[in-house]
């Protein structure tokens, strides 16, 4: 069964302390990887797909790596609008539109 | 586009009611996803829908639950009779089938059962 990890849990960053979340995951055969942001009381929204191994996104102060064991999103200065829930869903090759979502990393940047 | 419609946004309830939640799609996506989120338990796929027909049900926690989509834009998911353990928000999600591709979430409906 896939399983997907995000770490850490929370994290706690003053404004323009850039620092990495990280999603490890165990998917035969993977495909790509979905990066979400959700903002409390809101439904999740999507960042980034990443497709291949090496292939990186970026936006705005957001940008996200992906390897065939894990994928990493880093945050560059970040902003107290940065603020949310990041999740993260890999995919395998051929497999079908069901996604396993981690449990998130709640980022907190304080002004 | 108006993006994914949920109904209600909020529901509570006493246990042993019959609960239903709606969900219209992004027009033209032709995949429709039903989730639960709890904090223990995160984000968790229920069933999907391709074309109107459900594709994976497994998700679906017991009987208790059932899910139609009687046309493309509409979809409706029911609790009966409804536990407090079902306490959460669902979400419903859109997307163009042929995936995986992202999915457009709904603003949720958080449900409480008392």
């Known amino acids: 069964e896939d399983q997907v990890t995000q770490s850490p849990e929370a994290l706690r960053l003053q404004e323009g302390e850039s620092s990495s979340l990280n999603c490890s995951y165990t998917v035969s055969g993977l495909r790509g990887l979905f990066w979400y942001r959700q903002d409390p009381g809101k439904g999740p929204e999507f960042l980034f797909t990443l497709y291949s191994a090496g292939e990186e996104k970026e936006k705005e102060r957001l940008k996200a790596t992906l390897t065939k064991k894990e994928s990493f999103l880093h945050i560059t200065a970040p902003k107290p609008e940065d603020s949310a829930t990041y999740l993260c869903a890999p995919f395998a090759q051929g497999g079908s539109e069901k996604l396993v979502f981690g449990k998130g990393t709640k980022l907190t940047v304080n002004p | 586009d108006a993006g994914v419609i949920q109904s209600p946004r909020h529901e509570v309830t006493e246990m042993g009611q019959e609960v239903t939640l709606r969900c219209k799609p992004i027009?033209?996506?032709?995949?429709l996803f039903w989730y639960r989120q709890t904090m223990m338990r995160g984000l968790e796929l229920l069933i999907y829908f391709n074309n109107n027909v459900p594709i994976d049900d497994s998700g679906m926690p017991e009987d208790r639950f059932s899910a139609k989509m009687p046309n493309a834009s509409f979809s409706t998911l029911k609790i009966q009779p409804s536990e407090p353990r079902d306490s959460a928000v669902y979400f419903c999600a859109s997307s163009f089938v042929g995936g995986p591709s992202e999915q457009y979430f709904g603003p949720g409906t958080r449900l409480t059962v008392t």
């Open positions: 027009s033209g996506h032709n995949s």
